[in-house]
């Protein structure tokens, strides 16, 4: 083979591999990435450690038997550091289980992750703990969310949804059993939409009722309708769908109380269990509301709207503070949600454990969805550009936070799915008065035939 002939080859190799590096990154990274970093993080590992400052030093009685092993000096015990107990390559990065030395810490590590991602040139490091002394390092070969390809093995569960990827490749989870209830927020055009479109999408084939409060009339929800158990579309009707609901939550607080030989008198506050721990042909099915926009719920124009809202907040909260043993989870989705609201708002705020903040038009509302989970988080929902729709940060009570994104999900695709699992659809006797009626198809009026011009000749 000619050199002419190589060199041809050489730059036809390098074109290909420059187009896969935009149109392909996971296979750019695979087949170049890969190899680089291996070679990085393994050729300087004691080096990039101590650069780190993730080194301890050597016990005393160590540095003792060293010296008296070399008199002079020339040998010195070296520094400990964190020992590599496993590699995985992943389409999107790499994996390295570390040992600690005694003396580091998982914060340690955290805290020399922008450190580590500069020294491996990689575009993200992530840490978690496995167990003490042990942590994972997840490197992220390139930007995973500038195009969301989900995993193709998504976490399953009784009530496990995986609505989003995170930025370090794993899939974004919302489980219902572990975070009850939760909070989304963002402006318009942020992406809220969409994560309500992927939550549905996810929830429509397990067995679960799904209830929508849509008070925009139902534009948002109303192409979901052959999967849910129930709808309310303006604000009378979601007072009374919450009524409802409160009494579905009291009779199955009744089915807990008369299973465990309690009397039905009891108060609701004084039963621990759940609905879970129930022989599975007496277990009512699980219920997620889903509310698109909170703020309909709290703004008044009279005085009758006043109280109405006083009434439906009143519910809310109790929903919030008790349903999660009886299977009925909350879903609050608004631009802003904040004590402006009015009466109970944060009561109510207080109660949704998960929170994920996308876009906000001022900083205040990224606080009220973060401040009291994680200064960062706030500092990096407030961040989010505005050409990255579907970007948030999500969180929970436990402090840890990480961004996501959701692949963008046409309504049309979220409705089918819906048709297609409609048999799923449970029906509740005590919301069987606000059950939707699936839309019919509108009817398209024949084109008019063309007018003929007319004119002199």
Not at 69 to 87: E, F, L, M
Not at 181 to 196: E, F
Not at 291 to 313: G, K, T, Y
Request: with cysteine; proline share 7%.
């Amino acid at each position: 083979m000619s050199a002419s002939t190589l060199l041809v080859l050489a730059v036809i190799l390098t074109a290909l591999l420059l187009i896969a590096r935009v149109k392909a990154p996971a296979v750019y990274w695979t087949l170049v990435g890969l190899p680089a970093a291996l070679y990085r993080v393994l050729s300087a590992w004691r080096s990039t450690m101590e650069a780190c400052e993730l080194i301890v030093d050597p016990p005393w009685w160590k540095v003792f038997a060293h010296k008296m092993a070399s008199p002079g000096g020339a040998d010195v015990a070296k520094p400990r550091i964190p020992h590599i107990h496993g590699i995985r390559p992943t389409t999107t990065g790499l994996r390295l289980r570390l040992r600690l030395a005694a003396g580091l810490t998982p914060e340690d590590v955290v805290k020399s992750a922008e450190r580590l991602r500069h020294a491996w040139a990689v575009h993200s490091v992530h840490v978690r703990e496995i167990k003490p002394g042990v942590v994972d390092i997840r490197l992220t070969g390139f930007d995973v969310l500038a195009r969301v390809r989900m995993p193709r093995r998504l976490v399953r569960g009784p009530l496990a949804v995986s609505v989003a990827l995170r930025e370090d490749g794993l899939p974004f989870v919302r489980d219902y059993q572990e975070i009850p209830h939760a909070l989304t927020l963002g402006a318009n055009k942020s992406g809220k939409s969409m994560y309500q479109r992927c939550l549905i999408k996810g929830l429509a084939p397990l067995d679960v009722a799904v209830v929508g409060i849509d008070c925009k009339r139902g534009v948002e929800q109303s192409a979901y309708a052959p999967r849910l158990t129930a709808l309310a579309i303006t604000s009378a009707e979601a007072e009374g769908l919450l009524d409802a609901l409160v009494v579905e939550m009291e009779e199955r607080f009744d089915l807990l109380c008369l299973h465990q030989n309690i009397a039905p008198g009891t108060p609701l506050e004084d039963i621990t269990s759940d609905i879970w721990g129930l022989p599975k042909k007496l277990r009512p099915i699980p219920i997620v509301v889903l509310i698109d926009e909170i703020a309909e719920l709290f703004l008044i124009v009279s005085r009758a709207d006043a109280v109405r809202r006083d009434h439906m907040v009143t519910q809310l909260v109790r929903l919030a503070q008790l349903a999660r043993a009886v299977g009925i989870h909350l879903e609050v989705c608004g631009q802003r949600f904040g004590s402006e609201l009015g009466k109970g708002a944060t009561a109510l705020r207080a109660q949704l454990s998960g929170r994920v903040v996308h876009r906000c038009n001022d900083k205040q509302t990224a606080e009220m969805g973060l401040g009291d989970i994680n200064d960062l988080a706030v500092v990096a929902a407030t961040a989010i550009a505005a050409d990255r729709a579907g970007t948030a940060i999500a969180g929970d009570s436990s402090g840890g936070w990480s961004r996501i994104r959701t692949p963008k999900v046409k309504i049309g695709e979220v409705a089918a799915t819906c048709r297609e699992f409609a048999h799923l659809t449970p029906d509740i006797p005590t919301l069987a008065a606000y059950r939707p009626q699936s839309p019919a198809p509108v009817p398209v009026p024949p084109a008019a035939a063309p007018v003929a011009a007319s004119g002199t000749p």
